[in-house]
């Protein structure tokens, strides 16, 4: 399961991205965005998170997760689809070159740092 390194990874960011001058703070969440190409089963990310975050500043913490679709551009027509089923052909010329601008992505889009002081 290689959601649990994933998770593992998530925690190390979040923490690191803690300022110094905010001892005592916790991440209240972090926001995630996961491309349906990713090979990312969100369910299981969400449980290894709940498992890792145990004794660490993001105890507690939400891990929101947007999916993103997958876009593609058609090399030869120019046309732009989102793909729902897996044929990776154009809607349009039915041609083969295209090139995939969404969908593989995981990143962390921002992490929210609550001050308990």
Do not use: Y
Not at 90 to 100: E, H, R, S, T
């Amino acid at each position: 399961m290689h959601e649990m390194g994933i998770a593992m990874e998530i925690v190390d960011i979040a923490k690191a991205s803690i300022p110094e001058d905010m001892q005592g703070a916790r991440v209240r969440r972090v926001n995630l965005q996961v491309g349906k190409l990713s090979a990312i089963v969100s369910d299981s990310l969400r449980f290894c998170f709940n498992l890792v975050v145990k004794d660490t500043p993001l105890e507690g913490a939400e891990l929101a997760i947007e999916e993103l679709p997958v876009v593609a551009r058609c090399k030869d027509c120019q046309t732009q689809w989102t793909v729902e089923e897996p044929v990776f052909t154009c809607k349009n010329c039915q041609g083969g070159a295209i090139d995939i601008l969404s969908g593989r992505e995981l990143d962390i889009k921002s992490i929210e740092i609550e001050d308990e002081d």
